[in-house]
């Protein structure tokens, strides 16, 4: 009996990490990209572009990024299509005293999303078409609006729908089937 249940365990694990196929070389590969193009330079006339795997960004996201801007996600995938359009999966651990206000039904969820990114000035933003959070599909519309019915006594208000800068060096992001592009 203890047999079967190792074995079954080690199944799980083992289908688990196929799954979430990362690799730190990868992530390392985008890592030292981001790193250099950070440094001021002289102004290029021309934008250059660098492409990397849907596989890469991935394993960027989960192994590095995620570990020193936001701990609170757990797992990341994202799906890259033609035109710009992402879907995705993002799981989201809001544990500590931080987040002790928070609902407790609300600290261990599951987001999957559809929609597409938008580039201009150096400022990105992401518009969603499809949010499923925890299995129950959502209006983003209304979502945004009860998000900024929530932030009462804030100075600025904020939007799902926001833009936002892109990293240091970057000047605009596109993407096609499994493959993103960074410009520079």
């Known amino acids: 009996m203890k047999l079967k249940i190792a074995a079954c365990l080690f199944l799980i694990v083992a289908t688990a990490l196929s799954a ?4 730190m070389e990868k992530a390392i590969k985008i890592e030292q990209f981001l790193k250099r193009i950070a440094v001021r330079r002289q102004p290029s006339l021309f934008l250059k ?18 570990k020193k801007y936001a701990p609170e996600i757990t797992f990341i995938d994202l799906r890259l299509h033609d035109k710009d359009e992402v879907s995705g999966t993002v799981k989201v651990k809001l544990s500590g005293e931080k987040y002790s206000a928070v609902p407790q039904f609300l600290r ?3 987001v999957s999303f ?4 938008e ?4 400022h990105m933003r992401y518009l969603f078409r499809e949010l499923v959070i925890n299995g129950s599909r959502y209006s983003p519309e209304i979502l945004d609006e009860a998000y900024g019915v929530a932030q ?19 000047k605009k992001v596109q993407c096609s089937e499994k493959t993103i592009y960074f410009y520079y």
């Open 119 to 122: 580039c201009s000035n150096y």
């Open 108 to 110: 261990d969820i599951e």
């Open 49 to 66: 572009k660098v492409t990397f795997s849907e596989n890469e960004l991935n394993s960027y996201l989960n192994l590095l990024y995620t």
């Open 20 to 23: 979430a196929d990362f690799s």
């Open 152 to 170: 009462l006594n804030a100075k600025t208000k904020k939007s799902i729908f926001d833009w936002f800068s892109l990293l240091p060096g970057l």
């Open 114 to 117: 559809q929609g597409k990114f």
